[in-house]
């Protein structure tokens, strides 16, 4: 089954099971998808992220991470949609609370965090937020 949009489709997974207090999610494989868990499980939002071989595209399998029976992800929110791309110049890049979230941003040196990409000084689409 083909999604127009797959990032989106992740996120609801992953808020879901959060919110159902469930260890593991099963999300389909891509290669953006599993950039971005890369990212969240680097900043710590997830405990572990493995992809699993079983059909032709596979399966990535995230490990939620619980803090206090409370899940470390408060809130994730997809922000440039297929219907709306958000575009933003590196010296406007957003700063999700205040820098304690992280704006997943995609440049043309590939997917960054928004602090990565105010260091090398470099704009691009503004995917997701994640706290």
């Known amino acids: 089954?083909?999604?127009?949009?797959?990032?989106?489709n992740s996120l609801t997974n992953i808020?879901?099971?959060?919110?159902?207090?469930?260890?593991?999610?099963d999300i389909p494989a891509s290669k953006l998808v599993e950039r971005i868990l890369q990212i969240f499980k680097e900043d710590g939002y997830v405990e572990d992220v493995r992809l699993l071989k079983d059909t032709t595209q596979g399966t990535l399998k995230v490990y939620l991470k619980y803090e206090n029976k409370k899940s470390v992800i408060r809130g994730l929110k997809r922000i440039s949609k297929p219907g709306l791309r958000i575009y933003s110049e590196h010296d406007r890049?957003?700063?999700?609370?205040?820098?304690?979230?992280?704006a997943i941003i995609s440049t043309s040196k590939g997917l960054m965090r928004d602090r990565e990409a105010r260091k090398l000084k470099?704009?691009?689409?503004?995917l997701c937020y994640v706290w």
Do not use: F, H, W
Not at 1 to 8: G, Q
Not at 122 to 126: A, H, L, M, Q, W
């Open 93 to 102: 890049l957003p700063r999700v609370l205040n820098g304690l979230g992280t």
């Open 1 to 8: 089954m083909s999604l127009s949009d797959p990032i989106a």
């Open 122 to 126: 470099i704009g691009g689409e503004v």
């Open 15 to 25: 808020r879901n099971a959060a919110q159902a207090r469930k260890e593991t999610v």
